[in-house]
Nanobody, 124 residues
Framework: QVQLIESGGGWVQPGGSLTLSCVAS??????MAWFRQAPGKEREFVAT????????SYPEDVKGRFTISRDNAKNTVYLQMRRLTPEDTAVYYC???????????????????WGQGTQVTVSW
């Protein structure tokens, strides 16, 4: 089972930007995703990218602000986040599936491996 390690979280002011990284322990050409979980809320889908990087999908509340990308040569997936708001505050998790593609609005059940999470805090 692939191990995933996220990094890049931290504190940022509203309107700011942050880029998260997720490194896989082994070569992983399957679909990947980012989810987030705020205190007292369920884990929610943020972005997903196909195994070859040719398809990306986002929910409406981050579309146009977040960009997911991957570098398979480095076993790394990225999440660029722009125009951050306090509502983006959460623990962000990287996830790996066992398929090249997942549905456009995946759930946690679509992914077999998870990272430990990285905290993102947006506030003044």
């Amino acid at each position: 089972q692939v191990q995933l390690i996220e990094s890049g979280g931290g504190w940022v002011q509203p309107g700011g930007s942050l880029t998260l990284s997720c490194v896989a322990s082994i070569r992983n050409d399957y679909a990947m995703a980012w989810f987030r979980q705020a205190p007292g809320k369920e884990r929610e889908f943020v972005a997903t990218i196909s195994g070859k990087g040719d398809v990306q999908s986002y929910p409406e509340d981050v579309k146009g602000r977040f960009t997911i990308s991957r570098d398979n040569a480095k076993n790394t997936v990225y999440l660029q986040m722009r125009r951050l708001t306090p509502e983006d505050t959460a623990v962000y998790y990287c996830a790996a599936s066992r398929r090249l593609y997942v549905r456009s609005t995946p759930t946690t059940d679509d992914f077999a491996s998870w990272g430990q999470g990285t905290q993102v805090t947006v506030s003044w």
